[in-house]
């Protein structure tokens, strides 16, 4: 069963594309923290991708307004992306993730630093 969820249909198929194509063109440009950050918002937006595929429209929605905010993130220059804009997108991704009621899913730390506080802190804050 576990198969059919994961395959509930071409939207979330095409979300996770996304996600996986724009992660393997940041591997070019990003190193180190920035990257390992990517790498861990890419994998909460699969999960709430795959989490909400049968959930309601507003769910849906808001999951995919995460996902294309993380894709269509703008380049500052060149091929170097802002840390501001990634912390932007992880704030995005962790309000999404408590939103929905997956504190689990949240993404600790910022670019270029330690972790930050744990989920279940940053969950616990209004």
């Not at 990517?38 to 049968?54: F, H, I, N, P, Y």
């Not at 091929?79 to 408590?98: D, G, I, P, T």
């Not at 670019?111 to 616990?124: E, I, K, L, V």
Request: aromatic fraction near 2%; include cysteine; charged fraction near 25%.
């Amino acid at each position: 069963m576990a198969v059919e969820e994961r395959s509930s249909g071409p939207g979330t198929d095409v979300l996770i594309r996304k996600v996986d194509s724009h992660v393997a063109a940041l591997r070019t440009g990003l190193h180190g923290a920035e990257l390992e950050l990517a790498e861990r918002l890419a994998s909460c937006l699969r999960e709430l991708v795959v989490s909400t595929a049968q959930a309601s429209a507003a769910d849906r929605a808001q999951v995919r307004a995460a996902v294309h905010y993380f894709v269509l993130r703008r380049e500052s220059r060149g091929r170097l992306l802002s840390v501001r804009s990634l912390a932007a997108a992880q704030r995005l991704v962790n309000r999404a993730a408590s939103q929905l009621g997956r504190p689990d899913l949240m993404v600790e730390g910022r670019p270029g630093r330690g972790a930050a506080s744990s989920p279940a802190d940053a969950a616990a804050r209004p």
